[in-house]
């Protein structure tokens, strides 16, 4: 074997975080801003494509500060450590939130316990059946896996979920992680095509805005959707604008007379690589553990690697035209196509929907068709969507197989297109459902969003790769909106794949306007957004429980309690609410001013930050401990004096009762279940005091319930009823001498 590399470097071979040279042949600008740097200048140019779209940038350079010190790698790992700061400490220190987080962490516990990587179970209730396939499974692969390196993957004691904060840990480390990558891929898109500043700008922004930072500390499946999803769609704007179309150079091998040959460059090395992480264990797993019978009566059974031998061969022909992809644009779609199969497997169709749509939009708004007909970019779209369907159809066609058309009936027929189109179990709404979500999704950015959406549409730079991304951020928004909108079924966190493209541009305005000496536009709107900002504000600090919207932003409380429920004197937000509304609405009014347009970005910067960090990691724990069955489930496992002191869950369906006790109270003999819901639920209680008479037993249910409970107790048990443990606002567990 022999190897041989005769192409020398190109010029273009660089790392993918390296920044787009102008086109080729096109001079810089003759002149330069002063004070600026250009280790985030990116050259200008006046060529325009088809579309009128320049492919240049504006110009614009503006100084970053202590970040000119730092090289474009550099900014790249300072950006991840920003998200990680700001995601990660704390993330694991409360219990976690009813329904979804508990749901989901179950159907997690479930996989790592039973070593099924395919089907998706949740024991947990007399009403609903033992399979959970309303949620595809990249979330619960992540979950489980996490938890085996926790050491949670069953085994032991079944109080290890209530004590102790590793279950926290591991379920909600990876979604943190999956909102750093959705920062990442903001920063990505923007640093590379208008500057550094504009990036970090909109990483910023995006980390900060409520909806965002805490559904990034949830167990759910929300992030790990958005996280690829916005990372795909970065990626695919830099295969779009990068104007490299010089040929790779490329590696050959020779075995014999055989040659192989592939690009020698960083993306297409990790291309291969997410290919191999991503698509293998798949099919390795599928064809172990998967076992399905030809059509027929009689039909013969098969192993897994029989109905996974398409997807084989389709990944050793996606692995040779990706080897033989000559330009650097098609990888860059490669990367988003894996991304997109990984959204879908973490949300469903709109994993691949979405981004298709919001890019289309945008080619046909900006009418760039012709620049995919450039380095192989429409080939690269039809090799893009072979390598997303590996990532993608294995793991359907697995379940298919082993559970049939229910399970793609309750998945794509019920959680998907009766949502979409009939309406299932949530709110109800129109265009304007989100309007009153956004103002406290987005707080404090909230006041200059009519800015940067108003300056979408009146602020024309027909040479700039600036304008290219703003119309691309506004338009990411806005179609997301729109589409969200027109689903029948609406929860408020819907809307949080449309954050990420308001980010964008709302970091191409705050960059644009440090260097500008006018913008009277921007000046204006913030003085419209401003009352907007106060007017959200003043539904969270006005009634007592007005915080409790921030968890009506990852949780659907507000279905059962409209009105929101009675919080304790404890959980009262109102002064640090107010502070910071004062905060934000100093520095987004200081906007109006052109001298003091930095110091307002400072404020508001600094006044974002701060209310994160008391967002994420004051407030929240403290609405955790009198919101999660944690801290009731450890009382009881600490009061338990044996295993045979059972806990009673009576007329329960919110799903911590299962994961924190390991599902005990499920598991077993039928008539063993301490789990009392569905038909006869009281009778069964009865029933079962009745045949432990002379122990001692405990009881969750909720406090509303507490009058109704007493008089299901056996006569003489009645007295010895006490309350527990009284910390939480929606639960109380009990104790009775039976």
């Given at each position: 074997m022999s190897t041989r590399t005769p192409e020398p470097p190109a010029a273009g071979e660089a790392a993918i975080s390296a920044p787009i040279p102008p086109s080729p042949g096109v001079p810089e600008a003759p002149s330069r801003v002063a004070g600026s740097s250009p280790s985030h200048e990116v050259a200008s140019a006046e060529s325009t494509d088809e579309g009128g779209i320049s492919l240049a940038s504006a110009g614009h350079k503006g100084r970053l500060g202590f970040l000119d010190r730092l090289s474009e790698g550099q900014t790249t790992w300072a950006v991840v450590?920003?998200?990680?700061?700001?995601?990660?400490?704390?993330?694991?220190?409360?219990?976690?939130?009813?329904?979804?987080?508990?749901?989901?962490?179950?159907?997690a516990r479930q996989m790592a316990k039973r070593g099924d990587a395919i089907s998706l179970w949740w024991p947990g209730a007399p009403t609903d059946p033992d399979t959970f396939w309303s949620k595809p499974v990249l979330s619960f692969w992540i979950m489980a896996l996490s938890l085996r390196l926790f050491g949670l993957a069953g085994g032991g004691a079944a109080s290890e979920m209530a004590l102790g904060t590793r279950a926290e840990w591991a379920l909600r480390l990876p979604?943190?992680?999956?909102?750093?990558?959705?920062?990442?891929?903001?920063?990505?898109?923007?640093?590379?095509?208008?500057?550094?500043?504009?990036?970090v700008l909109a990483a910023v922004v995006l980390g900060t805005s409520p909806l965002y930072s805490l559904v990034a500390r949830q167990a759910m499946t929300d992030m790990a959707f958005v996280g690829p999803m916005a990372l795909a769609l970065s990626l695919g704007m830099l295969a779009l604008l990068d104007d490299r179309d010089a040929e790779l150079p490329r590696r050959?091998?020779?075995?014999?007379?055989?040659?192989?040959?592939?690009?020698?460059?960083?993306?297409?090395?990790?291309?291969?690589?997410?290919?191999?992480?991503?698509?293998?264990?798949?099919?390795?797993?599928?064809?172990?553990?998967?076992?399905?019978?030809l059509p027929g009566r009689q039909g013969m059974l098969l192993s897994g690697f029989w109905a996974m031998l398409p997807a084989w061969l389709g990944l050793g022909g996606a692995v040779v035209l990706v080897a033989r992809?000559?330009?650097?644009?098609?990888?860059?779609?490669?990367?988003?196509?894996?991304?997109?199969?990984?959204?879908?497997?973490?949300?469903?169709?709109?994993?691949?929907?979405?981004?298709?749509?919001?890019?289309?939009?945008?080619?046909?708004?900006?009418?760039?068709?012709?620049?995919?007909?450039?380095?192989?970019?429409?080939?690269?779209?039809?090799?893009?969507?072979?390598?997303?369907?590996l990532v993608a159809v294995p793991w359907h066609e697995a379940m298919l197989l082993r559970h049939g058309f229910p399970f793609w009936d309750e998945l794509y027929g019920d959680n998907h297109w009766r949502r979409l189109v009939l309406g299932r179990h949530g709110d109800r709404g129109t265009f304007e459902y989100f309007l009153?979500?956004?103002?406290?999704?987005?707080?404090?950015?909230?006041?200059?969003a009519p800015a940067a959406l108003l300056l979408a549409v009146t602020k024309i730079e027909r040479s700039s790769r600036r304008q290219a991304m703003f119309w691309f951020g506004a338009l990411w928004f806005v179609s997301a909106y729109a589409l969200v909108s027109l689903s029948v079924t609406k929860f408020h966190h819907y809307i949080l794949p449309a954050l990420p493209g308001l980010a964008m541009a709302l970091g191409c305005v705050l960059d644009d306007l440090l260097d500008r000496s006018s913008h009277r536009a921007l000046g204006a709107a913030a003085f419209l957004g401003v009352p907007l900002m106060l007017l959200a504000a003043h539904d969270l600090f006005g009634p007592q429980n007005g915080a409790q919207r921030f968890i009506w932003l990852f949780s659907y409380d507000y279905i059962n309690q409209p009105k929101g429920r009675d919080w304790p004197p404890f959980l009262d937000f109102r002064p640090a609410l107010v502070f910071f509304s004062i905060w934000f609405a100093v520095g987004a009014a200081l906007f109006a001013w052109p001298r003091l347009r930095r110091a307002a970005?400072?404020?508001?910067?600094?006044?974002?930050?701060?209310?994160?960090?008391?967002?994420?990691d004051g407030a929240?724990?403290?609405?955790?401990?009198?919101?999660?069955?944690?801290?009731?489930?450890?009382?009881?496992?600490?009061?338990?004096?044996?295993?045979?002191?059972?806990?009673?869950?009576?007329?329960?369906y919110w799903r911590g009762e299962n994961f924190y006790t390991s599902n005990e109270i499920y598991e077993g003999p039928k008539e063993d279940r301490t789990i009392f819901l569905g038909d006869r639920n009281a009778e069964h209680l009865q029933e079962w005091m009745a045949r432990h008479k002379g122990t001692r037993a405990f009881l969750l249910v909720e406090r509303s319930r507490q009058a109704h409970l007493k008089s299901l107790l056996p006569e003489y048990a009645r007295g010895s009823l006490r309350l527990v443990d009284e910390s939480n606002m929606k639960f109380g567990l009990y104790e009775v001498q039976l």
């Open positions: 450590l920003f998200g990680c700061l700001l995601f990660l400490p704390f993330a694991g220190s409360y219990g976690l939130f009813d329904p979804w987080e508990t749901h989901y962490g179950e159907v979604f943190c992680l999956f909102g750093v990558m959705g920062l990442y891929a903001v920063y990505l898109c923007l640093s590379r095509l208008v500057t550094r500043r504009a990036g050959h091998v020779r075995f014999g007379r055989w040659t192989l040959s592939w690009p020698r460059h960083p993306a297409a090395t990790t291309t291969f690589l997410v290919l191999a992480v991503v698509v293998l264990p798949q099919l390795v797993i599928d064809s172990i553990q998967l076992t399905w019978r992809t000559r330009f650097l644009g098609p990888f860059y779609l490669y990367l988003a196509a894996v991304l997109c199969g990984l959204a879908v497997l973490a949300k469903g169709l709109a994993g691949l929907g979405l981004p298709v749509i919001i890019f289309v939009l945008y080619l046909a708004s900006t009418w760039s068709w012709r620049r995919m007909g450039r380095a192989q970019l429409v080939r690269g779209v039809l090799v893009a969507f072979l390598v997303c369907a009153r979500e956004l103002g406290y999704a987005v707080l404090p950015w909230i006041a200059l970005l400072a404020t508001v910067l600094t006044g974002a930050l701060a209310f994160t960090f008391y967002l994420l929240l724990p403290r609405m955790a401990h009198a919101w999660s069955q944690k801290p009731l489930i450890a009382t009881y496992y600490r009061s338990r004096s044996s295993p045979a002191e059972k806990l009673l869950v009576w007329q329960m």
